[in-house]
């Protein structure tokens, strides 16, 4: 599961939060400068106190939420996104925080605290962990609302409480640690915006379905969760998938579909077109490992292990890596050739996982691990552009591109050499079966 996690996501969402707790901090310190428990409150300085901890609320959501493109650029987009969750999350809290102050108080009198008396400092820290574990509560509830998302309301609702809980609890080791309230509470805002952040964010990772990760373009190195029924790529700034800078992507450039638990992706571009695993489709069923390319990005698409059995579906393009890295271990014996009488037009490759890939019978089909190849085989064992297979003279011939591990059957290397009805082909360590 580590592999799946998207550290750059949990980073970028724990540093909002830190930087939406400690703006947060400012109208919360002018609100309550001075003031102490013990004190007297006026109901103006109840309602400052209410609506600056909403303020800090509404500022940890709306950084959170503006995040959501792990990076520092402040565009439209998040700018949007900003606005969007600060309301929200404003809105969410002000009746959040004024029933936390309800338990809080009562939490207090209970400890024996009043006005002019210290009472139980468990029950101070007591009171103080239940209502920031509220608030966090409520602040992921509120960045999955602004999603407009049921399951992302729970992910985030259980991201948010236990960054609460967490920061709450961290609140009052740093003022044990600090000589100034001041610098005491600065630094327990931060520490609770952060947790929010990075237990969102991780929430988030650890339940995500599928994803998809950029390995060349201008955003290598991000990652794309693919939630909810319909994911949109392309270039504009809506999409799910952004991809961004690149005048060969167009506006929406593709879409990905969720049927069951199958994933499918529809080629929406007119003239550029989608590749998987280096074949231009115009709809085609994803597997995990399948390699996609959208002018100069290509994207790897991951499946959740829990879900890789259970996305099997009709046979597609080879995927990177499916193929076992053992399976040259098993050398079965070479039969006589079965010489087809004409072009069939079935003729195929069974794989070690028993996805099978229809060969060309007019032109040559390419195999290796480079994307431009009519069958991308994603192993280290196979050379960019390995072999190829055509139909020559009443049968398929296998030919080897002066590949460095070789291309095999039946055991033995060969250059050039006809292919037979159940024979096994090896390229490097990837072993096939072909049929007619």
């Given amino acids: 599961m580590d592999d799946a996690i998207d550290r750059r ?10 930087v939406g707790g400690a703006i947060g901090w400012v109208p919360v310190e002018i609100a309550t400068h001075g003031h102490s428990i013990t004190e007297h409150e006026s109901h103006w300085t109840i309602v400052a106190g209410i609506v600056s901890v909403a303020l800090v609320a509404g500022m940890i959501g709306g950084m959170i939420l503006a995040a959501a493109d792990n990076s520092l650029e402040f565009t439209p987009a998040a700018k949007r996104r900003f606005l969007l969750g600060f309301t929200v999350c404003l809105v969410l809290a002000l009746p959040e925080t004024y029933y936390s102050d309800v338990i809080f ?17 468990l029950y101070l820290v007591t009171g103080r962990l239940i209502g920031w574990t ?38 009052d080791v740093i003022g044990s640690f600090s000589r100034s309230g001041l610098a005491s509470r600065l630094m327990g805002f931060s520490v609770i915006g952060l947790a929010i952040g990075f237990f969102i964010g991780l929430v988030h990772q650890l339940t995500k379905s599928a994803w998809l990760a950029v390995e ?12 909810g029924a319909m994911v949109m790529l392309g270039r504009a700034e809506e999409n799910a998938v952004g991809l961004f800078g690149d005048p060969g992507v167009q506006a929406r450039h593709a879409v990905i579909s969720r049927q069951g638990d199958s994933y499918m992706l529809k080629n929406l571009a007119v003239q550029a077109g989608t590749l998987v695993n280096g ?8 597997h995990d490992g399948d390699r996609v390319k959208i002018s100069s990005y290509e994207l790897t698409f991951h499946l959740r292990a ?6 099997v579906g009709f046979p597609g393009p080879v995927t990177p890596g499916a193929v076992s890295a053992n399976s040259s271990d098993t050398q079965p014996s070479r039969p006589e050739p079965t010489i087809p009488t004409s072009v069939p037009a079935n003729a195929y490759l069974r794989d070690a996982s028993g996805r099978q890939f229809l060969l060309r019978s007019g032109v040559p089909t390419r195999i290796g691990r480079a994307l431009d190849n009519d069958i991308v085989i994603g192993e280290a064992s196979v050379s960019r552009h390995h072999a190829r297979i055509e139909y ?7 030919q080897d591109l002066g590949s460095q591990n070789g291309t095999w059957l039946a055991g033995q290397r060969v250059t050039e050499a006809p292919l037979g009805g159940g024979e096994a082909l090896r390229l490097g360590d990837a072993l096939f079966t072909f049929h007619v």
């Fill in 392 to 398: 020559r003279n009443g049968s398929f011939i296998v």
């Fill in 134 to 171: 509220f608030m966090g509560l409520m602040l992921g509830i509120g960045v999955g609302l602004a999603s407009l998302s049921l399951p992302n309301m729970i992910k985030g609702g259980v991201g948010g409480l236990l960054g609460g809980l967490v920061g709450g609890a961290g609140f």
């Fill in 216 to 227: 060349a373009g201008r955003l290598k190195g991000r990652q794309f969760r693919v939630e």
């Fill in 9 to 18: 996501e949990l980073f970028f969402k724990a540093l909002a939060g830190l």
């Fill in 306 to 311: 829990d879900q890789r059995t259970a996305a």
């Fill in 279 to 286: 074949n231009r489709i115009e709809t085609a069923q994803l």
């Fill in 105 to 121: 108080s009562k939490i207090l009198i209970a400890g024996g605290w009043g006005v002019g008396h210290q009472g139980s400092e």
